[in-house]
Structures are given as structure tokens and as C-alpha cells.
């Protein structure tokens, strides 16, 4: 149902550096700014990176995005066992005149 | 500071209806856009509804189009959503959100969410 397609899972040791991908389309991602939402187990989302490269304040600069063409990606650098979660990338898409999310990405530090 | 407080969850039977409140302080809600955001159990973010802050504007996923209506009262600095003709995969976490930035220029549109509300459950189900 989702629109914008992201891996299932992503890991990494604490330190490493973690890139998540949101691919979309030209009606999305391709013409409109991407936002990234953090989801920590049983809590409500927060969001982590708005007009595809901006980071509201308190949110670390280890979180950043940037975006390309019809994809996105977040990179978390320096990975913290408290970045475990759900990360969903999102995007106003033009044809649906409506918002979409990423089918999401878990999150693993090992 | 910001705050976001839905209600109105519940258990209602396949066909009934809910209406859903979101008690929004600490900003000047009417200059706002909000939005409704669902989660089924398990599963992923889902938008569902978004109006503007005068409320002459809305739109809605294809999915509750025709069922929910989202309205708000400025006055009571409150958001809601109206469920009919429910279905056993609206059952979902029902979140409601901000929208610091809510615009389309002539060259993209900027929508984001924040801060999001705890969230309210709705299940439907005989």
C-alpha cells in the first residue's frame, strides 16, 4: 500500500555509520521535501529530519538526509544503542494529493 | 510547550461510527494545518486526514474518503475526526499531529509532522 519503498531492517555496531533508503517517484520524493520520522518501541513518532535536510532542534547532528532524484536516504552516523527503532521516510505526493509514508525500516545496533 | 491530547478510542462493532478529539495547547492552534495519522497493530504509519487552519481546506487518503470527515473548532482549540461505515482494518492507533509547515509553491509542496499526540486506539470488531 505504501508508496515510497524502504528496507525491512538496517543494523550496525555502536560507532558505525547506518544509511537508510526511501525510494519514490516523480510525484513524491522527485518533486517535493522529504521528512524522516524516529518511532522508539510503544511510543509515538518524532520527527528526525524535515525539508529533506533539516534537523529540528535537539535532535542530534548524527541524524542527516539528503535526497537525489525520486530517493532519499537518512544517515545515522556514530550509531548509539538508543537509535533503536522504526525509522519512516515521507513525502507529499502530488497525483494522491495526499501524504505518504516509507513501509519503514527496524533499526538493530548489534 | 506544545501539547497534543487525542480521545474518543474505543471498541465499536464492523459498520458503527467514533469520533475522534484532539485537545491541542501551548500554540495558536488555528494558525495550524493538523493531520490524522493511523497505525494498525504491527504495521506501519499511514496517513489519514489532514485540513488546514481555518478549516476550509481537507484532504483525505483513499482509504477513509467518503467515511471519515475531519473537522476542527478553532474556539475549543480541539481537531476531530468522524468515523462511519467502519471496517475491521481501521483498527489502528489513531495519532493526531501539527503541521508546523503546510505549503505548495510553484515548485514543491512541504508537509511535516510535529509534534504527534500519544495516540488513541480504535478497534473494530464483533
Known amino acids: 500500500q505504501s508508496v515510497l519503498t524502504q528496507p525491512p531492517s538496517a543494523s550496525g555496531t555502536p560507532g558505525q555509520r547506518v544509511t537508510i533508503s526511501c525510494s519514490g517517484s516523480s510525484s513524491n520524493i522527485g518533486t517535493n521535501t522529504v521528512n524522516w520520522y524516529q518511532q522508539l518501541p510503544g511510543t509515538a513518532p518524532k520527527v528526525l529530519i524535515h525539508n529533506t535536510n533539516q534537523r529540528p532542534s535537539g535532535v542530534p547532528d548524527r541524524f542527516s538526509g539528503s535526497k537525489s532524484g525520486t530517493s532519499a536516504s537518512l544517515a545515522i552516523s556514530g550509531l548509539q544503542s538508543e537509535d533503536e527503532a522504526d525509522y519512516y521516510c515521507?513525502?507529499?505526493?502530488?497525483?494522491?494529493?495526499?501524504?505518504?509514508f516509507g513501509t519503514g525500516t527496524e533499526v538493530t545496533v548489534l | 510547550e506544545v501539547q497534543l491530547m487525542e480521545s474518543g478510542g474505543g471498541l465499536v462493532q464492523p459498520g458503527g461510527s467514533l469520533r475522534l478529539s484532539c485537545a491541542a495547547s501551548?500554540?495558536?492552534?488555528?494558525?495550524?494545518?493538523m493531520s490524522w495519522v493511523r497505525q494498525a497493530p504491527g504495521r506501519g504509519l499511514e496517513w489519514v486526514s489532514h485540513i488546514s487552519g481555518s478549516g476550509d481546506t481537507t484532504y483525505y487518503a483513499d482509504s477513509v474518503k467518503g467515511r471519515f470527515i475531519i473537522s476542527r473548532d478553532n474556539s475549543k482549540n480541539t481537531l476531530y475526526l468522524q468515523m462511519k461505515s467502519l471496517r475491521g482494518e481501521d483498527t489502528a492507533v489513531y495519532y493526531c499531529?501539527?503541521?508546523?509547515?503546510?505549503?505548495?509553491?510553484?515548485?514543491?509542496?512541504?508537509?511535516?509532522?510535529?509534534?504527534w499526540g500519544q495516540g488513541t486506539l480504535v478497534t473494530v470488531s464483533s
Open positions: 499531529a501539527k503541521e508546523p509547515s503546510s505549503y505548495c509553491s510553484s515548485t514543491h509542496c512541504s508537509h511535516w509532522f510535529d509534534p
Open positions: 501551548g500554540f495558536a492552534f488555528g494558525s495550524y494545518a
Open positions: 515521507a513525502a507529499w505526493d502530488d497525483i494522491l494529493n495526499g501524504y505518504v
